[in-house]
T-cell receptor
Framework: QKEVEQDPGPLSVPEGAIVSLNCTYS??????FMWYRQYSRKGPELLMY????GNKEDGRFTAQVDKSSKYISLFIRDSQPSDSATYLC???????????FGEGTQLTVNP | GAGVSQSPSNKVTEKGKDVELRCDPI?????LYWYRQRLGQGLEFLIY????????KSGLPSDRFSAERTGESVSTLTIQRTQQEDSAVYLC????????????FGSGTQLSVL
């Protein structure tokens, strides 16, 4: 079993839709959670970073963490064609030195 | 430089040949990571360098893989006797600290083993 599970999609939505991306993890030691966005033929770039359970909002993006159920989500409001990319969840232990990534979800927002 | 630079961007090689991939991290970043991304898959950790500490090599898949880093600058990832299953994008990332710090990724080297 992978330590971080993520539905690879692909996910296709119309412009303006609300997008929900999700990951589950199995290691209780994971305490920090990130979402990276990866455009085609580019390296991933950090989108959101959170530690505690609950919601963290940044513009159209909201990251949600539920440590009790080991479930993390990323919501994109008013999705735009420029949001079309692969979204990777990532997590790390408190004293860890390396991120563990999910498989990534490929998102396409159609104009 | 302005970002993490990797070279070459594409490499096609024949099975059994050795390849060397290069990474120039952001100046001042003490941590450097190599990840492998196979088609349609997530990032697989390979190796981690932090300052002058011994590298964490626990992700290297076989003894055909090795990596070096000169101080806190350039790193090279070497794959000996390449196999077709080595075909992937090899991503390098650097950060100011360790672990929880934001990682800055290069665009990767697309390796194709024929």
């Amino acid at each position: 079993q992978k330590e971080v599970e993520q539905d690879p999609g692909p996910l296709s939505v119309p412009e303006g839709a609300i997008v929900s991306l999700n990951c589950t993890y199995s290691n209780s030691a994971f305490q920090y959670f990130m979402w990276y966005r990866q455009y085609s033929r580019k390296g991933p770039e950090l989108l959101m970073y959170t530690y505690s359970s609950g919601n963290k909002e940044d513009g159209r993006f909201t990251a949600q963490v539920d440590k009790s159920s080991k479930y993390i989500s990323l919501f994109i409001r008013d999705s735009q064609p420029s949001d079309s990319a692969t979204y990777l969840c990532a997590t790390i232990e408190t004293s860890g030195s390396r991120l563990t990534f999910g498989e990534g979800t490929q998102l396409t927002v159609n104009p | 430089g302005a970002g993490v630079s990797q070279s070459p961007s594409n490499k096609v090689t024949e099975k059994g040949k050795d390849v060397e991939l290069r990474c120039d991290p952001i100046s001042g970043h003490t941590a450097l990571y190599w990840y492998r991304q196979r088609l349609g898959q997530g990032l697989e950790f390979l190796i981690y360098f932090q300052g002058n500490s011994a590298p964490d090599k626990s992700g290297l898949p076989s003894d055909r893989f090795s990596a070096e880093r000169t101080g806190e600058s350039v790193s090279t990832l070497t794959i000996q006797r390449t196999q077709q299953e080595d075909s992937a994008v090899y991503l390098c990332a650097s950060s100011q600290g360790q672990g929880r710090e934001k990682l800055f990724f290069g665009s990767g080297t697309q390796l194709s083993v024929l």
